[in-house]
Each structure stands twice: as C-alpha cells, then as structure tokens.
C-alpha cells in the first residue's frame, strides 16, 4: 500500500473492503493482535493482504493445515475465488494428496528437493510412475475418490 497513492481515507477503505472480500467484519478485526483471533480467521487476514495488492501469483503453503475442517473449507474457497476472479495463480504446497487433488490443475511430486513427477491429478494419482509417488498414493487416505462424486 505503500508505494501506491492513495491517502489515508482510499488506504482504509482498500483495507476494509479487503476484509469483507474474505469473510471477515472490519469493525471486528481492526485492532485486534493475532493471538485474539481464531486460526480461520488469520488465515482470511492473510488472504485479505493478498488481495490488496492482486498479485499474479500466491504461494500458499499448507494453508489449510493448522485450521479446522470447517474454517478449511472457507479459505480453499476463498484462494479459488482471487484464482477465478483475479486470474491469480496459485502455488498450492501440501502433504495431503486428498486435498491437492481437490484443488490442483496440474500436481508436482517432490522428493528429497526435486521434482519427481508432474501432471494432472487423475493422471498422477491413478498411474504414479516414480517409487516415491507410489508409495504416497498407497499411504494417502482414499478420500479423493470419493470426492469425485461432490465435483
């Protein structure tokens, strides 16, 4: 916001509509130190920056991991909605194929720093062709069939 020019009043209005944009009631948050507000609700703060500046890409690491399952929904829904609306792109880092498959155009496996394997979903979780992918595919709970049935 900084190098932008706005005054004082155009900064608090972006600020304010950025916190509605996520969810979140502006008299409500403003004011308030992290730890007096829930996971969910950090996570959405963090989406609302975000959103701020309309970035081209957001690299979101294990954003959903330390939240509830409801409160998870919402912030996968929200970083859907800035990809869709503002043709962001979005760097989705996760230990759970489940939801990476939910969420992701294409999956890149790494292992020991590199990039193993890279594909569609369906592609890497039905036919894995390294070990390692292999091995995560047989450990991951079976749940993203399932989901296929809600998409």
């Keep these: 916001l900084f190098d ?3 005054d004082d009043k155009e900064k608090e209005e972006l600020v304010k509509e ?6 979140l009631n502006p008299d409500e948050i403003l004011g308030k130190y992290p730890h007096e507000l829930s996971g969910g609700q950090r996570q959405r703060l963090m989406i609302a920056r975000c959103y ?5 890409l957001i ?3 294990e954003p959903t991991s330390m939240i509830d399952a409801s409160s998870r929904a919402g912030i996968i829904q929200l970083l859907n909605s800035l990809r869709d609306n503002y043709k ?3 760097l989705f ?6 939801l990476a498959y939910y969420v992701s155009d294409r999956i890149m ?3 020991r720093g590199r990039i193993i394997e890279e594909g569609e979903p369906d592609e890497i979780l039905s036919h894995p062709q390294h070990e390692y992918t292999k091995m995560l595919v047989r450990s991951a709970p079976l749940l993203y069939r399932k989901w296929e049935d809600f998409v």
């Design 93 to 98: 880092i996760t230990h759970d194929l489940g």
């Design 59 to 61: 690299i979101a690491d």
């Design 52 to 56: 701020m500046l309309k970035p081209k």
């Design 88 to 90: 962001t792109s979005v």
């Design 109 to 111: 496996i790494m292992y």
């Design 4 to 6: 932008r020019e706005l």
């Design 18 to 23: 950025s916190l509605k944009a996520v969810g």
